[in-house]
């Protein structure tokens, strides 16, 4: 009797325990389980239909499968895989006029879950920090013209930049909160993308200007030696300005088309010796260190788009273009260089035609991109130096920003 009395205690014990592992657990995912998904062998990408853009996955043979209930006519956008390539993220306006932010499980196509909770529209959505759980996840997307880090894990947002006035004045008090506003309206009018750099100290932005072009910032978030926010750094002036992030270094890479000359003290432009033009950019060295450039081009009919840098951090990605004004370029091929300084000079063209989207695979061993064939712009992939090219869509459609899960092998 007794032994049986025991082991009854023993197996209360341990389903106690059980029960409350659970709850903790529970509490810890606050509500949010997801199932573990395999997209090892997926790429994401946009089909182009008639009147919209629907989210897909695409399979190594090139079978496509289409994120389900998608209405048709609505416009799915910006896809972003969650770091550990469990979920794909893509901005959509399915369920209403304005764009929200849906998560997708591709490995078991059930409906795409709406995780933004209010009425403002999103764009941009990036994952830039890999987080140690899940609820932990957080990305970068603009908000009405603002920055904010959104959290899918209850679907709020916290404005980052331009730095919230009730932040400001709880570190610098009184009504500093609207001289820094005033500030960053010297810039521009709203914010196009931004990317976390150094483990989140820094963060770079394009800002829209009010005329026309876009403005480079960088804001420091570690206070100066008065614990004030530091006021922003202003980079470079252009008609357009494309940024991407070397995860190794956390350095950012800027791509400018025709950049405004600044003024010099006469008022007059200081000539720049370029109009378009690739740099590295780091923030966290000496004024005089903290950019330099890859490729510099003082012919307007000669620049490039589209860069994108390999996880290891050695090669830069890039579309060579020809100008064709407001910030513009027709591709001219896909070419690569030396991440480094002067890294153009030892640059080469690996593959031809008229290519877009490029990206490489986690490892860095291959690469994907759209490439017009016929009457189609079908997904390609190919080894990371363009050997081995592949059309994996065919003539099933057109394509756009393809991207590979980072559990791609």
């Known amino acids: 009797m007794r032994s049986r009395s025991a082991r009854r205690l023993v197996v209360f014990v341990v389903s106690l325990g059980v029960v409350g592992w659970l709850f903790v657990w529970l509490v810890g995912k606050k509500g949010d389980i997801q199932l573990g998904s395999d997209t090892s062998g997926m790429i994401a990408a946009m089909l182009l239909t008639e009147d919209g853009s629907h989210a897909v996955t695409i399979d190594s043979k090139g079978a496509v499968t289409k994120s389900a209930g998608y209405p048709a006519g609505r416009t799915d956008r910006d896809l972003a895989w969650s770091p550990d390539g469990n979920r794909l993220f ?66 709020k947002s916290s404005q980052i930049l331009p730095p919230s006035k009730q932040r400001v004045e709880a570190e610098e008090g009184g009504g500093a909160g609207n001289t820094f506003e005033l500030l960053y309206n010297r810039f521009g009018k709203s914010f196009r993308v931004a990317r976390w750099l150094k483990s989140k100290r820094f963060i770079a932005a394009v800002m829209r200007r009010e005329e026309r072009g876009e403005t480079l910032i960088i804001q420091d978030f570690e206070p100066d030696k008065d614990g004030k926010i530091k006021p922003p750094m202003q980079i470079f002036t252009a008609e357009r300005i494309e940024i991407d992030v070397d995860q190794t270094s956390q350095v950012l890479v800027a791509n400018i088309l025709e950049v405004t000359p600044p003024e010099g003290p006469d008022g007059k432009p200081i000539k720049t010796g370029f109009i378009h033009g690739i740099f590295m950019i780091d923030p966290s060295k000496s004024s005089d260190e903290a950019v330099a450039p890859i490729l510099l081009s003082p012919d307007i009919k000669q620049c490039t788009t589209e860069i994108k840098c390999s996880p290891d951090g050695s090669t830069l990605m890039f579309i060579p273009a020809s100008y064709s004004g407001d910030g513009n370029g027709t591709s001219l091929g896909l070419g690569s260089c030396p991440l480094k300084p002067q890294g153009a000079s030892s640059g080469s063209a690996i593959a031809s035609g008229s290519i877009t989207s490029p990206s490489f695979s986690p490892d860095g061993t291959k690469i994907t991109y759209i490439k017009r064939e016929g009457l189609n712009r079908a997904v390609f992939i190919a080894d990371s130096n363009g050997s081995n090219a592949r059309n994996l869509t065919g003539t099933s459609g057109n394509y756009s920003r393809p991207l590979f899960s980072p559990q791609y092998k």
């Open 90 to 155: 893509f901005i959509s306006n399915r369920k209403e006029d304005s764009f929200h932010i849906f998560r997708w499980d591709p490995q078991r196509n059930t409906d795409p879950e709406q995780r933004s909770i209010d009425k403002a529209g999103r764009s941009n959505l990036i994952f830039d920090e890999k987080p140690a759980t899940d609820t932990e996840l957080a990305g970068l997307l603009t908000v009405r013209g603002t920055v904010q880090e959104f959290f899918p894990v209850n679907g």
